[in-house]
């Protein structure tokens, strides 16, 4: 017993203790990894049935209808990549990577501009696009900038 509250003790040192924490976010960026892994293959096998699916049984001129869900299909597939390498760039330096978290917002901004249905917004919806395409844009460009210094 006097075994085991020792143990107990040398773990709530403070480096014992920040090391077990850094295994854990290890540990759970794995498991993030694996998850998003599954989740960009599972959304390929949907985009791909769905793109079959619409060639095949769209008539003539309906196709150009389900462009824009094949496009935010895409888009998602992409933020996902950039969502698995943001957890991967943490894995390798253990710092989260404030420029890919940025990009991969821009990315998710520019699938929701892309897939938007212009009858179904209103004015403000469009303005606060537009302006968190503005305020990721010039945090991008800080953020370059500042790297390119260093």
Sequence with gaps: MRHLFR???????DENFMHLIENIEV???????LAMVAVIIAAIFD???YLVNQIFTSN????????FTIFGLFLNILI????????????????V???LVI???LIAVARKIIILDLDKVTGG????LGVAVLSLSIAYWIIRSSNVRH
């Design 7 to 13: 143990k107990i003790g040398n773990l709530a040192q």
């Design 27 to 33: 540990l759970v960026s794995k498991v993030l990894s």
């Design 60 to 67: 003539y001129g309906e196709f150009n209808q389900v462009l």
């Design 103 to 105: 990009v991969t917002s």
């Design 47 to 49: 985009l791909g049935v």
């Design 97 to 99: 990577h404030v420029e």
């Design 125 to 128: 919806t469009i303005i606060g």
């Design 80 to 95: 996902a990549l950039e969502i698995l390498e943001n957890i991967t760039a943490y894995l390798k330096k253990h710092v």
